[in-house]
């Protein structure tokens, strides 16, 4: 009965490679968002989805492309990686997206750019 | 643009005392303000929020104080027991974008 999930846990790969992470939620949320937690632990939002369209998009290079096929899952590609790429992302979700609701954070995926 | 400023960065307290981060913020059109746990190795998760309307909330030993005229909110922990420890995050929501700070490592000793 997992709420939020990601996969893969743990990505390891080559710089300049192209990856991607998997979000999915079975809460019935409207909005997700993409979370990059470097190593200092400071939390910085990359990305919100609204009903599967585009509401949030922060100072993030192109090289980041959230796509969100249905409203229950938002998914992460990154191209030509980089050794700064390397941290901890988390994908969430929250019920309403202007008001401000509880937001529920998936487990996160480490990425390591070696 | 928006911003959020939170103190202290670390605390470190001993088992039964009290602990109080605070945190500092620039939009005033802010209107939920929600504080998050993250232990080691684990997913931020709720621990509190509190919406403009209202001044203080608590759950049992723990308990989020606002003050929106001077654009400040704090959490309240009491009865610090080892489990406490963690990295503590407060955030603003405003236009349905939320704002983190930069987090309070906790420790409680035994």
């Known amino acids: 009965d997992t709420a939020v999930s990601q996969t893969p846990k743990y990505l390891v790969t080559q710089m300049g490679n192209d990856k991607s992470i998997k979000c999915e939620q079975n809460?019935?949320?409207?909005?997700m968002y993409w979370y990059k937690q470097d190593s200092k632990k400071f939390l910085k939002i990359m990305f919100s989805y609204n009903n599967k369209e585009l509401i949030i998009n922060e100072t993030v290079p192109n090289r980041f492309s959230p796509k969100s096929p249905d409203k229950a899952h938002l998914n992460l590609h990154i191209n030509s990686l980089e050794l700064g790429d390397s941290a901890v992302y988390f994908c969430?979700?929250?019920?309403?997206?202007?008001?401000?609701?509880?937001?529920?954070f998936g487990p996160g995926t480490r990425l390591t750019v070696l | 643009g928006e911003n959020v400023e939170q103190h202290p960065s670390t605390l470190s307290v001993q088992e039964g005392d009290s602990a109080v981060i605070k945190c500092t913020y620039s939009d005033s059109a802010s209107n939920y303000f929600p504080w998050y746990k993250q232990e080691l190795g684990k997913r931020p998760q709720l621990i509190i929020d509190i919406r403009s309307n209202v001044g203080e909330k608590k759950d049992q030993r723990i308990a989020v104080t606002l003050n929106k005229t001077a654009k400040h909110f704090s959490l309240h922990i009491t009865e610090t027991q080892p489990e406490d420890s963690a990295v503590y995050f407060c955030a603003y929501t405003n236009a349905g974008k939320s704002t983190f700070g930069d987090g309070t490592t906790l420790t409680v000793k035994p």
């Open positions: 809460l019935g949320h409207d909005t």
């Open positions: 969430a979700s929250s019920r309403l997206a202007g008001e401000g609701d509880t937001q529920y």
